[in-house]
């Protein structure tokens, strides 16, 4: 995976982490990923943890993903959504006293405004919906890092007649506001402003809305969100980025396409047997694998990951 950041320069000499020289988070024994399709789709998760190995963290905190497509964390559901919309509220108590998290990073906002102009009402769900996902995070003895939504890209749906203008009246996923970026952005503004409530809070709107404006002054079609919300692999690398700046974890550091093969197929393992051991009610989602099968498989990829990354750490 080589890609052109727009976020960080790439040096390659770097000391390693090492815990008493880290920050936030990264002594945490385990780190839990809350959070929608997009975190579902676990691309910045995974970056995120070939930058910890490259990096030399030790102890290296393990990254678990539990993020669920369609998932908001209000329970609102556009009238034409094929099925209520889960609600992390729902499994989090499940989730938490299972997994039993040192730091939880939770991602929503992107769905909690069903694609609909702003309203107060709407927002004041939103707002009960995180105030009560930090109170029961703090209530576990977990450390909670909200991040904002990242912006929503309107551009290839404005393309394809798919925003709706305001007097349309009715929305949803595939029948989007014209202007959703502008409800995107007060919800992450509002995030950004828990700042003193939680132990971290990042923000995905601004850097990112920021690299592809930059990238459209040379390139008008650039996105990192070809459907206008879930993001390809600049995208993900975007998030990753800005998470990894956030934690001190610099400079970022190319992978090669097998790390990634790798990590992503343990990512996804993981994933998809921590999803159905701890449940949900989102419909149509593939059943993972039993949890000792996940393990054991997630272990022989880490074998075969640390066989490419350790002669790359040795080598800086």
């Known amino acids: 995976m080589k890609l052109i950041s727009g976020l960080l320069i790439a040096v390659m000499f770097l000391n390693p982490l090492h815990a008493a020289e880290e920050v936030f988070p990264l002594k945490a024994r385990r780190i839990l990923f809350l959070g929608d399709s997009i975190t579902y789709a676990g691309g910045f998760i995974n970056m995120l943890e070939l930058q910890l190995r490259l990096h030399a963290v030790d102890p290296m905190p393990e990254l678990l993903n539990l993020g669920l497509p369609s998932e908001t964390c209000t329970g609102l559901s556009e009238p034409d959504h094929p099925f209520p919309r889960p609600n992390i509220h729902e499994r989090l108590d499940r989730a938490l006293a299972t997994l039993k998290p040192d730091v939880v990073v939770a991602c929503y906002g992107m769905n909690d ?3 609909y102009p702003f309203s107060p009402e709407r927002f004041k769900k939103y707002q009960e919906g995180i105030n009560r996902l930090i109170d029961v995070v703090h209530a576990s003895g977990a450390k909670l ?3 904002t939504p990242p912006p929503f890209d309107p551009m290839a749906l404005k393309a394809a007649g798919k925003l709706l203008p305001e007097s349309s009246g009715k929305f949803a996923w595939f029948a ?5 970026d502008e409800v995107i952005r007060q ?3 509002w995030i950004v402003e828990q700042k003193d409530r939680v132990e971290m809070v990042i923000d995905l709107h601004t850097p990112i809305l920021a690299f592809w404006s930059k990238q459209r002054e040379t390139d008008p079609t650039f996105t990192v969100a070809p459907d206008g919300v879930h993001c390809n692999t600049q995208g993900h690398q975007t998030i990753a980025e800005v998470i990894a700046k956030a934690w001190k974890v ?3 550091l190319p992978v090669s ?3 990634t093969q790798l990590i992503d197929q343990k990512g996804a393992v993981l994933r998809d047997s921590w999803l159905s051991q701890i449940g949900h009610k989102r419909p ?4 993972g694998v ?3 099968d996940a393990q054991t498989r997630a272990s022989e990829l880490d074998q075969q990951l640390e066989q490419i990354i350790a002669p790359v750490r040795a080598a800086r």
């Open 145 to 147: 890092i909200l991040m």
């Open 290 to 292: 039993s949890l000792e």
């Open 176 to 180: 989007v506001y014209e202007h959703y």
């Open 250 to 252: 610099e400079p970022w």
């Open 113 to 115: 405004g069903i694609y």
């Open 284 to 287: 149509g989602m593939q059943a």
């Open 187 to 189: 919800y992450a503004a």
């Open 257 to 259: 396409d097998e790390m």
